[in-house]
């Protein structure tokens, strides 16, 4: 034992990340069901084409010299009526419809997946605080917690809306209206996240590898970021997608009830709410495509979701 | 009490735990409150290089010993000294680390121990990066590697998650994280009694091994009375939350003095290869009462043969007596006399041969 001690030993190789994801069983659940496929192509194709919006899209919808009121209220190519400049139809403006759809798709994503890290990073962090003190600490937390969970997300989201609103000057409310969005949509989500965690951190807690750390010594700072956090973080990211799905819709809905993006910036919720205006004069398109744009980004993004947390959950396999 | 040559002494240690029903009901229901009194006045030395065992049913405090000893847990009351050291009195970081740094833990359960989401070579450099024990990454990744093949893993293991190994292996992975943090003490909790049997001599003799090369002080736990013959130098024996008696290995086995150590070693599972069950059976008839309640003198009376009036009455502290430390009114009286027992029934006290040849692991 004594030589052994002593004797110097060469530290192997690392093998690399990218041959060891592909090895994974994540790959290969994903693989195995056409659905997430199909939801993955889809997702890919709506979040894809509004992050490269402006090479993508057919027209600027916000270059005004580009727009022309002539051609309001085109129908699509298919309709009598129609032309390829505008495969979808315009809008009331003359704004190319598919166009506003990407471009709206793009202010829509960028508010759900801004408000679902805020959330994710504020619900994940007083989880942890919650279930690692314990105490009054944790018993304040979640007191808030249940309260906010208590109110639907979008009556949270209009009180936090309509506080802004009062409480800011009018010229700059066009401006914030978007970072108003985020928050009141991070506000009303952050609680899951919470919740989830506080939960997982409970069980983790006790268990012998928090101890052992304990023991060598290692500060409770670094317990809780290195061991804790890894070990909650599994249900985290499924509670995400699955909010991004929520956090969209509940933009489209505030935007749709016109306390979220304004005409000048829409999102897919203001281009609901303004196509609606002219549903009854028979231009269906204008809040038609963006809906189904709409409907699928969510559907494809919860399948996505659902795939992730069965393939995340070894029981389930 | 204080012995130049001891590295560990215990005095008095208690720890009681609160398990009192809510505020809310205590008021309603007029419940009063209730501690359970894992440990109710522990006190022992362990010696420069030797391994302190300590046995006991399940329940009887032995971890929070050991939790108490590690900083796991505060005592309620009394002392503990490592190295000459009060670790009560080390209240800031900067002086509590380096201590804590020479005492080293190996958990019961190679399952829970080992953090599931790191491989194993971060988990065996955590106590080299806490201390900085290692300067470069090579040199970390090389210690490692080296200690992987001090527990008998290879290197390459160093690259896996732990749900890749058996609980044989994991504990090795275990031992090698204590091992890293260069300890002069290493408090073993039950380390195989998760383990199966063929696996658990392969871990006792690699302890055994380490603990000569690296020349370490343990203590030891386990319920299980033939593993702590084989591995550990002196015994305290606990019966709810108390040591009953503490001996050489040799003597208590050969001659045990307490009837709860006489019962114990009564018990041993005897070595036969067609009931490999027998090591989990409960060793000991009747039950352990309830230490929210204890029972008033000596806890054990309601299970003695040889309890009277004193007993029920009047708690029995350590004495000397035979050249070991027992808590017993019998055996202070001379009601009980050591010698009675090689003519007695009990087979544990038919000398060394006895134990040693019977025992299965
Ligand atoms: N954290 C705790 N809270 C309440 N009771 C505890 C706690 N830890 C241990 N106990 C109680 O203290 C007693 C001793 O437990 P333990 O030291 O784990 O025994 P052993 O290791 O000998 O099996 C048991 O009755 C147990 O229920
Ligand atoms: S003190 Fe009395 S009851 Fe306790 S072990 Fe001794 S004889 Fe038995
Ligand atoms: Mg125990």
Redesign the interface.
Known sequence: ??E??R??????R??PRLRRFLDGDLLWSFRRSPVTVGAAVVAFVIIGSAIAAPWVAPHNPYDLASVNLMDATDPPVWLHGGSWAYVLGTDNQGRDVLSTIIYGTRLSLLVGVLAVVAALILGVALGLVAGWSGGIVETMIMRVADVQLSFPAILIALLIDGVARTMLPHNVQAEIAIYVLIVSVALSNWVHFARTVRGSTLVERN???I?????????PWRIVTG?LL??VLGPVLVIATINLATAILTEATLSFLGVGLPPTQPSLGTLIRVGNDYLMSGDWWIALFPGIWLALLILSVNLLGDWLRDALNPKLR | MAEPQALVEIRDLKRYFDVSPPPLERLLQRKPRAWVKALDGVSFTIRRGETFALVGESGCGKSTVARCLVGLYRPSAGKILFDGIDLAGLNRRKTAVPLRRRMQMIFQDPYASLNPRWRVRRIVAEPLVTHGLVGSRAERDARVAELLVQVRLSPEDGDKFPHEFSGGQRQRISIARALAARPEFLVCDEPTSALDVSVQAQILNLMKDLQSAFRLTCLFISHNLAVVYQVSDRVGVMYLGRLVEIAAAEQLFARPLHPYTRLLIDTIPRLDPVDGAAAEREPVAGEVPNPIDPPPGCAFHPRCPFADARCRAERPELIEADGALVACHAVAEGRLAPAALTTSSHPGATGRAGPSGKLAL
Request: charged share 20%.
């Open positions: 034992m004594a052994l001690a004797a110097p030993i060469a530290a192997p690392r093998l268990k012998e590898y101890q052992a750390a304990r023991v060598i010594g290692v500060r061991h890894p070990n």
